[in-house]
């Protein structure tokens, strides 16, 4: 319906108004920062035909592609490379043509390419059978039922576990062992203290991922700890691992005075 009344509005049939709706998404997820203004300047105004608005949309997965390639022309054998577009690749297509850059760079694994927003077992397992680089899914899949089904229909190689979101330390074990019973590893999603603790724990796990920092881009998660703890990118020691902490129970002190500072608000469950 809202694409009727807009058409009415705008005195236009149905599909422009949908392809613009499109286009707008797709410029403010998928397309570079660099390419942002210029890109969506052109296509919300109308002055660039339907056929260069589409091509503009193909570009986005020939640029991710061309960036893998050129990552690990950089990087050679130094580093294991890895891929996640966090489910922005806007088509199956899309997540194929990237893949098969994958494939010819030598990627580690491949993980949440497309948006199906990674809970499609079927695409996943489609998409296995036509790319060689193993798939890392179930990062958006919740609890340890629904990734044994994933898992068990093929929809992916590598399991993604979070303490945070799959039933703490308990189920996130419990995940693990399941992978664990199918020779399959089992990742761990994101950083924290419970993190670090569940990857000691486990056999069948390979990178710890310190998560959304770069150079230029710290994590955004507060300094809540009084005793150095920190998920920075300065975490990482020279031989590239993280250290467990050691106290008790997560082995961190929480610096309760920041905390208090800065609380928006206070629940008690009791």
């Not at 576990?161 to 761990?188: N, Q, R, W």
Request: net charge negative.
């Amino acid at each position: 319906m809202r694409f009727v009344l807009g058409g009415e509005f705008l005195h236009l049939g149905v599909h422009p108004v949908a392809l613009r709706e499109l286009l707008e998404i797709q410029q403010h997820l998928l397309v570079p920062e660099k390419h942002r203004s210029s890109l969506g300047v052109r296509c919300m105004d109308g002055r660039e035909p339907v056929a260069e608005q589409f091509r503009q949309l193909i570009e986005v997965a020939r640029e991710e592609a061309q960036n893998v390639l050129h990552v690990a022309r950089e990087v050679g054998d130094r580093m294991v490379l890895m891929l996640d577009p966090a489910c922005e690749l806007r088509t199956f297509a899309d997540a194929l043509y990237v893949g098969r850059a994958c494939d010819d760079a030598g990627y580690f694994w491949y993980e949440d390419p497309f948006r199906d927003g990674g809970t499609s077992a079927f695409a996943h397992r489609k998409l296995r059978g036509m790319i060689r680089t193993p798939l890392l899914i179930t990062e958006h899949v919740r609890g340890v039922e629904p990734k044994a089904d994933f898992v068990l229909a093929g929809g992916t190689d590598f399991l993604r576990v979070d303490p945070e979101y799959d039933m703490g330390i308990t189920g996130s074990l419990k995940i693990a062992h399941f992978a664990e019973a199918l020779g399959l590893d089992c990742e761990i999603h994101a950083s924290g203290p419970a993190h670090r603790h569940l990857m000691a724990a486990m056999r069948n796990t390979n990178y710890y991922e310190v998560a959304l920092v770069g150079p230029d881009c710290p994590n955004v998660i507060p300094p809540v700890y009084a005793c150095g703890y920190s998920d920075q990118l300065d975490c990482v020691a020279a031989d590239g691992t993280v250290g467990v902490p050691e106290g008790p129970g997560l082995g961190v002190t929480y610096d309760w005075d920041f905390i208090g500072r800065h609380r928006l608000a206070h629940h008690v469950f009791e």
